[in-house]
């Protein structure tokens, strides 16, 4: 029986279509492409008798997976069924991709997940999950020490699609811009207090992908409106759009813990769409850094450095190719597909035939 990647993290489209949201796409989606197994991705479903399953229809779902993989699925029962599940055979993995525990305020996720705010989804019952968990898998080194005392840890760093992205074609004078959801990033953007002079002092124009209607980037930064751009969040079908109005990436991030735990798949995205890019120099882009791809500035001057030479389109054209190339080579889903094909390769062992019945959702 295929795996099932169960998660609740969808974007509803609005005419009754759900796309998995930009943590399933990475951690379920494309892994389950890399497993070389007819997975199912779906959301949570489950029977005492048989497990999780995967809902289907409103009040059915199906079950008899012997290795599901649980996503981002918090809720205070998801414990004591995780526990039920791994009594019935069916081996449990929780992929982890976040450091929760290290949270700033700032990010909208603190306050979604607050065990006082949110008593039935919130990170204390997520903590359960994951020392529950046969398996935990990893997005980061980071992740992997700090959860260091689980008794099956995997690293299986982020890969990319990228033939999902259309290759940006470098203008003379680039735009400089940002992909990202504001509330999420607290903190982040206010590092890039030297960009407003810089975008003065060259003449250049600033873009941000994500613009959700409501967080303004120039409370962030204190941009002119004159040299500043936005474009609408956009749902995973339609993410790759966002990257092609401008040239040049950056990737700011504050030096926390919560932003040592996090991959560099922004930087990924941006090599796919072949849009050279700067990066906070935290572990992870280091690491990126170190294989060829994309640069990192620990300071201001760094950070203008960067950006500077970037200018010339010669320089921005032969970084772009070869980010690509290494992406593709080294980066991608597909050169993921060896770590996501071990992992699957030690079945549970569930013994009921694939099933649809009817079922409790959570």
């Not at 796309?19 to 990475?26: D, Q, R």
């Not at 929760?100 to 019952?125: G, I, S």
């Not at 941000?208 to 204190?222: C, F, L, N, Q, T």
Request: charged share 25%; proline share 6%; aromatic share 10%.
């Amino acid at each position: 029986m295929p795996v099932a990647f169960i998660t609740n993290d969808f974007t509803n489209l609005g005419n009754g279509t759900e796309v998995p949201g930009g943590c399933a796409y990475y951690r379920c989606s494309l892994p389950m492409f890399a497993s070389g197994q007819r997975g199912m991705l779906g959301r949570p479903s489950f029977h005492e008798r048989h497990g999780f399953g995967i809902r289907e229809t409103k009040d059915r779902a199906v079950f008899g997976f012997d290795t599901v993989v649980l996503k981002l699925v918090m809720f205070r029962w998801t414990p004591k069924q995780v526990e039920i599940a791994q009594s019935l055979g069916q081996r449990v993995l929780v992929d982890v991709d976040d450091a929760y525990d290290f949270l700033p305020e700032v990010n909208a996720a603190w306050e979604q997940t607050h065990p006082e705010r949110n008593k039935v989804m919130n990170r204390d019952h997520y903590s359960r999950v994951i020392d529950a968990a046969d398996t935990l898998v990893v997005s980061t080194p980071f992740l992997a020490d700090y959860h260091s005392d689980h008794r099956d840890v995997r690293v299986i760093r982020n890969g990319v699609y990228p033939d999902m992205f259309p290759v940006k074609h470098q203008a003379a004078k680039p735009v400089i811009g940002w992909v990202g959801a504001i509330p999420y990033r607290g903190g982040d953007l206010e590092t890039m207090d030297w960009l407003p002079g810089f975008l003065d002092e060259h003449d250049l124009w600033f873009h941000h992908s994500g613009d959700d209607g409501v967080s303004r980037i120039e409370d962030a930064i204190p941009l002119n409106s004159d040299r500043l751009t936005v474009a609408a969040q956009q749902p995973i079908s339609e993410y790759p759009s966002l990257f092609q109005w401008f040239d040049i990436g950056l990737v700011p991030l504050s030096d926390i813990p919560f932003n040592h735990a996090k991959s560099c798949i922004k930087g990924l995205e941006y090599a796919a769409a072949g849009i050279p890019f700067v990066a906070a120099a935290t572990p992870e882009y280091e690491y990126l850094a170190s294989t060829g791809v994309g640069r990192v500035a620990r300071t201001g001057d760094e950070w203008v450095g960067h950006l500077t030479e970037l200018l010339d389109v010669r320089v921005r054209r032969r970084e772009a190719a070869e980010n690509r190339r290494l992406v593709r080579e080294l980066h991608s889903i597909q050169a993921r597909e060896p770590e996501w094909q071990a992992l699957f390769s030690v079945p549970g062992s569930l013994q009921q035939a694939p099933s649809r019945i009817a079922a409790a959702f959570s």
